[in-house]
């Protein structure tokens, strides 16, 4: 138990000067990429203007999916080796992660609705994100179902890992489902080939999206690493007096 | 008598027996169907056309109301900690445990499936490929069950939370069995099916099991 | 009397230097002790002192966080042992009968007369178990014990809600249990009637 005790004291001590470090990096890039994006960059010659959505749209898409990789390593981690600070960077990470997944949604309705003519269209990829998104909130629904975190932690990290072998099942299955339906796909301007002089600030905002991912969860991790101490120190100080 | 004949004979007993048979479950499954017509209105060729796949939603359903108690009873009374004590793995008792549900509700729910999507307005000819897919989909909807079950065990009246963490779950056999409900009979999407069904029965239980060992914790 | 032949391997456990937390909140530390075939080990503490996790830590069910938990001449502790818990383990529909029929084919065993029979509930063995009151629930779960015999018993407060001829058929039990070598640990408010060679004192 002391040594669990022991590399949450030396991770503070890293997350102290880096997560600023990151924060710093994520609003320079963000600065830099985002007029690059949304003025800056070429106009798609099929979409217009609208194309430009697509730089808020898919770097989300992307870090979503990759987020949840990270909570599955995370979890696999903390339920093996039953080391705390993995269940606290799982739990850490969900929140931003479903916020991506919701960002990437929006964005999708927002970037379909002067293509398709509604405001959503059960397309092949947008209907994977949504079960993506509704696989984040049924993880955050449980740990916060749960009273023990301890316990909390093991069988979300279950639920995690179950749901991470299932993502590529769900994929399959969706993208199955839409090529039997047909529906139209806005998702990739230009037709098939991506217009190189998109790929700057497409690379810029997907860095972006990755310091602003670290800042967040080491404020997460910190944050939930304060609150566990507090805790602690208010049972010893019931159970002393 | 074997640990998992045990097993099996008493939670089939236990879920037959309470609420008379396979009664509660399939007036669910007819009740949740019947919402599919007062819905969409009753009229022929939209329910020809839209209407035989809807009885996968009402399977679905129908699977979820019965699974909030499923560990959570085993766990409040001290059941839990016997079945990890026996001999035989608990893996293959929560498999066990599977099976008895399969075949006290998934299997009935299956055999209904044909009046209910006849009633839906299904030709006959799909009616053998829609039961035989429905009593897989169940199969494959039970072993994701059991996982969402297993780990909301600890749960007070975790109903909603296990539909919510399952949904996911249950998404692929609803899209291929639906596309066997709508004309593709025993061809690639009912393959696909078995094999999806298949593998969340043989691997649900592995993870239900990891999980239950942490609640008895 | 007794549920099987005599535990003839000589069951026993030890413990040694053995911590519980639970909830980020270490329950006791240091605890070593050991209990030789034919002994009984009275576990006393207050409430909240760890008694149950310390059983439960014996069982399997949760991993101590310092210390080792040995059981001597047993290769497969986890169906060498029997678990009574605060809880019965009772399905409210099931009768008497089938519960024990249950235990049997669960825990490996087949002496579902004789456990009727020692428990003194063969008037009621088709009574289901909403039926029973809490004296006859908790002889019930007694009755686990002797449907399969194993040779470590751990009870945890088994004479809770036994009348004055429960607690009778409780001492009768571990006598017979201890006489045929096996091995029994229980955690207690009140000492039973049985002699203990050793006292575990938790949270002093």
Known sequence: MLSTLANPARFMQLSAWLAPLFGVIAVVLFAIGLPWALIYSPADYQQGETVRIMYVHVPAAWWSLAIYGFMGVASFVGLVWRHALADIAARAAAPIGATFAGLCLITGSLWGAPTWGTWWEWDGRLTSMLVLFIIYLGYLALWSAIEDEERAARLAAILCLVGLINLPIVHFSVVWWSTLHQPASVFRPGGSAIDPAMLGPLFTMAFAYMALFATLLFANMRAAINRRRVEAARLRGMSAA | ?217 | MGAGGPFQDKPGISVHDLAIARGGRVLFEALSFAVQSGGYAEIRGANGSGKTSLLRAIAGFLKPCAGQIGFDHLEEPATALHYLGHLNGLKHAASVQAHLRYWGGLLGGSHERDALAHVGLEGIADLPARALSQGQARRLALGRLLVAPRPIWLLDEPAAALDANGCGVLAELIAAHRANGGVVLAAVHEPLDAAPDHVVRLGA
């Open chain 2, 1 to 217: 008598m074997s640990p998992l004949a045990a097993t099996f004979r008493r939670d089939f007993a236990l879920m037959w027996g309470a609420g008379g048979g396979a009664m509660a479950p399939l007036g669910f499954f007819l009740g949740a169907a019947t919402l599919v017509p007062l819905a969409m209105g009753p009229e022929h060729a939209l329910l020809m056309a839209a209407g035989p796949p809807l009885v996968w939603v009402a399977a679905a359903l129908a699977v979820l109301a019965t699974l909030e108690r499923l560990f959570q009873a085993d766990l409040e009374d001290g059941s839990l900690d016997q079945l990890l004590l026996s001999p035989a793995p608990v893996e293959m008792i929560v498999l066990t445990k599977g099976a008895a549900l399969w075949c006290a509700i998934g299997l009935p729910i299956a055999l209904a499936g044909a009046p209910v999507a006849i009633a839906l307005q299904a030709p006959l000819e799909f009616v053998p490929a829609i039961v035989l897919s429905l009593g897989l989909g169940m199969a494959g909807f039970i072993g994701a069950g059991l996982v969402g079950a297993a780990v909301t065990a600890s749960v007070k009246r975790g109903g909603v939370l296990i539909a919510l963490i399952v949904l996911p779950f249950f998404a692929p056999p609803i899209i291929f069995g639906s596309a066997v409900a709508s004309g593709a009979g025993f061809g690639p999407a009912f393959l696909i099916l078995t094999g999806c069904a298949l593998a969340y029965a043989a691997l649900g239980p592995i993870a239900a099991a990891a999980a239950l060992r942490l609640q008895a914790e």
